[in-house]
């Protein structure tokens, strides 16, 4: 695992755009898989910048979403599917077909999570984005979940639903379900970059940099990985 700190958050999106910048400059028909919530809104924009200025292009690209809320249509301010277009999608040259993220259907869930899971088997993730959760999440998987699990339903813990209020009117409108890919999902991708920001996170941090692998805190299992790069900025570094 490579831990670079950095000033703040906004070293961090620079950095974290320039790594992934120059995935799709190497490899223009990569495969990314992307993360939602607030970490990764400022490399998203400094992706779409680097677009606008003619340094990338996504007609190639391919990108797996973690995780999508069950409950909430895709039109949903909040959904996963409208925070994606609405932050990187909308803004850069990405083709439509190439954009996968898990389709909730409310009718036959477990059947999304197969389809969805099918497709992630069929393919190879040459760059994983990760955000942690508090509680030492990556997707949706929660303290507890098996090293070995794959696509599924999660139901939301009530800190993850308290984390995620502030992105809706009430707690009463926060999703208690999830699809998300499994940890075996995310750890067969070839690389996989973290970013950490906030004081907040900095008791996280703690736990994540002592290297004790354990499924109560899920981002552990990221040390068994051979490729991890984590940008911290310097207030989620402050108690180390």
Do not use: W
């Not at 755009?17 to 607030?38: D, R, V, Y």
């Not at 690209?61 to 069950?70: A, F, R, S």
């Not at 197969?114 to 509680?135: C, E, M, P, V």
């Amino acid at each position: 695992m490579k831990i670079i700190v950095v000033k703040d958050y906004e070293a961090m999106s620079e950095l974290g755009a320039q790594i992934i910048e120059n995935t799709i400059i190497n490899n223009p028909s990569c495969t990314l898989g992307l993360a939602t919530g607030s970490s990764p809104i400022g490399t998203y924009q400094r992706l779409v910048k680097a677009y606008e200025d003619k340094r990338i292009s996504f007609k190639g690209v391919k990108t797996y979403n973690l995780d999508e809320y069950c409950g909430i249509s895709r039109s949903h301010p909040e959904s996963y599917y409208y925070f994606m277009h609405d932050n990187l999608f909308n803004h850069v040259d990405i083709d439509e077909k190439n954009v996968h993220i898990p389709l909730v259907s409310n009718d036959n869930l477990e059947q999304d999570c197969k389809n969805y899971n099918d497709l992630l088997n069929q393919t190879t993730i040459d760059l994983q984005l990760l955000g942690i959760g508090a509680n030492g999440h990556i997707g949706f998987n929660e303290p507890g979940t098996p090293f070995s699990q794959e696509t599924f339903i999660v139901k939301l813990t009530d800190k993850t639903r308290q984390d995620n209020k502030r992105f809706f009117n009430s707690i009463d409108e926060v999703p208690t379900h999830a699809i998300t890919m499994g940890i075996s999902n995310i750890m067969k991708a070839k690389r996989i970059l973290m970013l950490i920001s906030g004081k907040n996170k900095a008791d996280t941090v703690v736990r994540l940099l002592k290297e004790e692998i354990d499924p109560d805190f899920p981002a552990s299992v990221l040390h068994k990985h051979p490729d991890v790069t984590v940008i911290i900025d310097q207030d989620a570094y402050s108690k180390i």
